[in-house]
Structures are given as structure tokens and as C-alpha cells.
């Protein structure tokens, strides 16, 4: 196995001779996939979750959507952050499921009293979201929901979240691609392109 | 391929070496084809290039090489001695426990030292209140072992302006430049600097048969899965194994160090895989563990007849800790950089590098321009964002979207001074996960050296600026609270009492124990140490090798 993944990254070697105009092509990015599909949303809500319940997946799937929220372009709900805290949740980070079931009360009784009868956090408006969110900034539960969605929506697909690798596409990170042939970026083409005029 | 050679640990070997890294592994490859027989002890797996990922969630944040966090090393910091050492969710003193040691998982910047780096103490002067002290070796004693890393490791590099002299040209062409290089570049001419080609332990082309860099990126923290970067691991670990004379036994924690009653290291303890104690006799001990793992071993191995420890009659062991210093600034460009693309950096800019005495402090630096943050996602969302906008929510989305690929960091590494106040010790109360006492880091930086930070910090704020940046703010002067560069706990020197080691990396206490690695060094040089424990390492083994054929240890 060991030896065959070898064998086929030396002929991704000997291959990868003169690539620059495919390169440059590459460097020029793939844009933002635009993801007008619904579906992804739907099947999250369907999914059987591993260890979260399903209001706290609801509510931690709502406050992830509003640390990264979806806008002409796909956030948090549409990269499947859900899964990846319940992935986590249900093996390394185990250990820090209890602390955030705590953090989840203590988010929801304040969240009680400020909005009495308003429901849970995902049926507060938007704006009334990321005002209570903003309350909540020093919380138990904010520090761990932020960084949990940054790493559900950064981290590789395997983990359950960056689905489709919508949070690399974001930022225009082509991490999944491997080896890169120069020009990597406008400078260094520009001056590439400046040092062959020369010739 | 896999090599079967196992010695049964009561046969006495000639070596034992404890630790596969930068040092080590040269140690094992040098001593192993001129002869002699050598069991290497390395705490870590044995990973091959193979098993290596581009996983940012295992490899950086779950420190997966680093062999996982806090919780199983236990590592505690203070800043001096009148306060309480406290354990931070990562360790302060961060290596690699792998085969191949950190040469496995560094960011493969390779700088030699410069002639004066050996000689500062007589140049400059004495720095009251701390351990500034010349090398009982020279730049041209070392250089020919310069010369043998560029070749038998394999750097890449163009010469620069303000370089060492050296006897032979890199062996292969500098690495491209990338976006983050040719601002650099841009903003050094108009500040009337020079910038010039960052050399690398990483192949531009292929050499002594293996393949070159594929510009994955993954290099600061990942191994090489193309074994492209010229770490222990790929270069010497296989010609070792092949001597038919070397067995690398990874899963080794070791323990201590024990000596006989005539005060000879006589075996090396250490618990196997499955936790049982185990010990390994051997003829002599070369201890290549880091700066900090050697200092802590031979704090461990306190006995009867060495009751301060093993080599430590002069009270050196563990000080003089220099972790080189960083200050830097971030910057954001028109266009994209795609900087997370190719190795880290690709110009530097070593108009600083030498102390001015007009400056009024000692120090200097190097300055380089990379991704730094903007070379993973994570990373980046974490640490690397613009501090004026929020740190959630559309503002937030909208920035690092724009920001990836447009932004760099112009960073400086520096000296630091060696001071008696900067050590490893033993934590009295903390234990790892194998139940031996944590490293306890003690770390202030000198004035000298914050001045130092200061000062570089403004220059890498006017090189981002002249370069071009639509925005750019500064990472800040901080504290140093660990770092990755373990260098100065053994030093090398000729008077024993103000030094563990003699300048051919013998221990002045203990004939047949050798201490090789960042320990051995007596400065700091201004960052990237690796080339120099390298070459000492080939320059170690030279000296180890004619002292054992002479019947000489």
C-alpha cells in the first residue's frame, strides 16, 4: 500500500515536467463554486447525529450559521459544521462534550430570559441572533463553539464538516489539490512573465 | 526494505544514540557505515514518508507529530524563578517525536552561521549579567561539515550578498520565488536593501536519489510525504539501516542514563513500546535528544556519584536555554499571493543581521517573508486575522475570504542571549504520561533582546509598507513562552567549569558520554539553527570516530 502511493506520487513527479501554462490557469482559481442547492440543509436536519440530541444539534448548527453565515455564498449550515461536531464530540473531543452540554444551558437560560417565550436560538431573527450571540461572547459555550466551527468548516472533509470543500473554496485555498508548479500567485507570475519578455 | 538487524540490549554496542533527529541522525548514519555497531533509542513512531498527511486538524492543532499535547508531556512554564511554573494547553518547548526528529517536521529555512557568530563575545565585549561567551570552534573549523550538509543532506540556495564564505556552491538551484518573495524583493530595493534567495534543507531538483519538492506547502509543522525535505529521515535514517550496522528502535522512552563505579556511562534505560523498562548496554553514549530533552535526561539520571545530575560538575546543565526571539508584522496585497502554495519562504533580507553597537543594544536578525498564518485555513481563522475586524460573523466571512490569499507575514528571528535565569529543570510536582518528572522552562527574554525585537519589527513594518500592503499591523513585542529552537542547555566549551561539553562534543565529567545537538550550541545565531546542529553533528562524528579507533573512549 505504503509502496504503490510511492510509486504514484513518482510518476506525479515525472509528470509534472512543464506545467506552467495549466499552472497559470490554476493560479487564476476556480472562483466560488456557487452552491444553490438546497439539499445539503435538508439532509442535515434528516441525519442521524452520533452523539447530539436534537435540539442541541439544532442549536449548535444555528450558532455556527451565524459565526460563519451563509450569504451570496455558502456558510457554516451548508459546509455540514453540524456533523463535524458531532464527530467530534463522539471521539477526540468526547472529553468536551459534557462541558459544552453545561455551556448549551447556561447559553439557553440566558437566552430565556432575554427572549422570554421566543422559542429556541435558531427561531430568534437574525439580527436578534447575532445581538444575543454577541451577549454571549464571554460564555462558556462561545469560545468552543467558535472554535469548533472553524475547524468543521476548515478542517478536511473526513471529519464531517467542509463539505464538498466549501469553506477552502471560500477563501479560494486549493488544499485538496497537492503539488503546485510556479507561478503560484500574480507577483511571482508578473515577474515571470517580466523575465521571459526580457529573453 | 525494512531492516531486520535487532541487538539484544545485554549485547554491549559500540553506541548508543538517544534521539534520531538533526544531530542523531547524522550521528547514526556516520558511526554506523564507519563500523561500529549502534542501537538508536527514539521515543517516537517510526512514520515513513508515506504516512505523512496534509491534515491541519491532526498535524497542527492535535500536534500529532509533537506526539499530542500538554495533557501527555505535562511541560510547565514561568517566566523566573519567583513565580509559580504554571502548565498552558501547549507545551512551551515543542519538537517532533518521530524518526527523524524535528529535522522531520521543520520548516527546512537553513542558514549557516557567520564567521563573527563565533566570535562575538571577543568583538563586542562583555554583556554584563549573562553567559555571552565566544565558541572554542571557528566559521572555518565548521565549514567544510557546512559543506557536507549542503551536499549529503541536500540544500538548495543561491549565494547572497552578506554570506559566509564557502568552499564549495550549493549544490542545486534555490527553490522559485513566490509572490510573498518578490514583494520582499520590491520592498528591500526601495529601502535601499537586499534581499536574496532563502536556502532550505528541501530539494529544488532531484538529488542523490530522491525526487524534488512538489510545492505542496505542507512543510512549517507537516512531514514530507515526497521526501523532498532533507530531514534525518530521508537522508541519513535509510544509509544507516543499510550499513547492516544500525538498528533504529523507535518507541523508546528513555529514562536515564546509568553510570558504573569508575563513573562510565555503562547503559541507557528506557521503557519499550509496551511500557516494560528495558536497558541497552553500550560501549559509549551519544546523547542527541534537543535542548531540552538532553538537559532534562541528564537531570534525570542523577545518581550517587553525579548527584546534580550526569556532565553537570559545573552547574551548565539546563541553562543558557536560547529559543531565538520573533517580531513581525502582517500584511495584505492588491492582488493574490496563493502563498500557501511552495515552502514557507523564498527571500530573506540579512541587512540586520549583525550587531550595531550604535543601536545601543546587542542583537540581530534576519528577516523573511512567508504565509505564515496564510499558509492553512485554521491557522489563519485562529491567529492570522486582521485585528480590526470582528472575529465572527459577515464582516468576518467577508474578510478572510478576501484576505487568504492576499496576505503575508514579514518576520524576523533574532538572537538571544544566554543567561544562568533561562533553563530547563525538572518540574518538581508535574510527570509526563511515561511518569518521568516534565521539562520546566524558565524564560525572560534580556532587554537586549526585546530591543532587538523591537527594532526588527519596524523594519518588517516598512518593508511591508514599501512592498506595496493595502493594510498591514504588527504581531507586537511579547515575552517569549517557549518556542521550537532549544538550543544552548550543554554548552560547548574549553573550561569545564562554564561548560558541559569540550569542543569535540565529549562531556567534560563523563569520557565515553557525547552530547550533540541545539544543546551543543554556545550563541544563538539569529534563527534557523538546524544547518549548524547538522554540522556539528558531521564534525562530532569525525571526532567520535578517531577517538574510538584510537582506543580513546
Redesign the interface.
Known sequence: ??DR??RS??R??QS?GSLTGAAYLR?L?PG?IAVTEAACTAKQAESPFKVLGRDEAGDLAAIAA????T?D?P?AAEAGVIHFFDNAFAT?MSGQLDGARAGLAEFNAALAAAHPGGGRFADLSEDEQ?AF?RSQESGTLFGLA??M???G????EK?GGNKDHI??E????E?HH?????P?????A??HGETNRDK | MTNELRFDTREEVDFAIIGSGSAGGILAKELSTAGFKVVVLEQGPYR????FT????AVR??AELHGGGNDIHGQTFRHDESETATKPSTPPVRYARTVGGSSVHFTANFWRLRPVDFKERSLLGPIAGTNFADWPISYEELEPYYTKVDWDIGVSGAPGPFDAPRSRPFPMPPM????S???LERGAAKLGLHAQPEPHAILSQPHNGR??C????YCMWYGC??GAKSSTLATMIPRAEASGNCEIRPESVVIRIDTDDKGRANQVVYLDADGNEQAQKAKAVVLSANGAESARLLLMSANAQHPDGLANSSGFVGRNLMHNAHAGVNAV?E????????VQVSRIVHDFYETDQSRGFYGGGGIDARPLFSA???F???RGMDPTVP????K???T??HD??RQMSIVASTTSLALDSNNITLDPESKDAWGRPAIRETYRDHPDDLETMAFLEDRCAELADAAGALKSWRLGIHLTTGGEHLLGTCRMGNDPASSVVDSKHRSHDIPNLFICDGSSMVTSGRGQPTMTIMALAFRAADHIIAAARAGDI
Not at chain 2, 472575529?391 to 459577515?394: A, D, E, L, M, Q
Request: glycine content about 14%; overall charge neutral; some cysteine.
Open positions: 500500500m505504503e502511493k510511492i506520487r513518482r506525479f513527479l509534472t493560479l482559481g466560488l451565524r459565526i460563519i453565515p450569504t455564498t456558510g477526540e447575532d450571540l467558535w472554535t466551527t472553524m475547524f468548516f476548515f478542517s478536511m471529519y469553506g477552502w471560500l477563501i479560494g485555498f488544499g497537492g503539488g503546485w508548479q510556479y503560484f500567485g500574480y507577483y511571482d508578473e515577474l | 515513513k514518508a508515506g504516512d496534509h491534515d491541519e486538524l492543532v492535535r522559485p520565488i513566490k509572490s518573495g518578490v514583494l525526487a524534488g512538489i510545492s505542496c506547502g510525504e515526497a496585497y492582488h493574490p499571493l496563493n502563498d500557501y502554495k511552495g492553512t485555513p485554521i489563519q481563522a485562529q472575529r465572527w460573523g459577515k468576518f466571512k467577508e478572510i475570504a487568504f490569499t
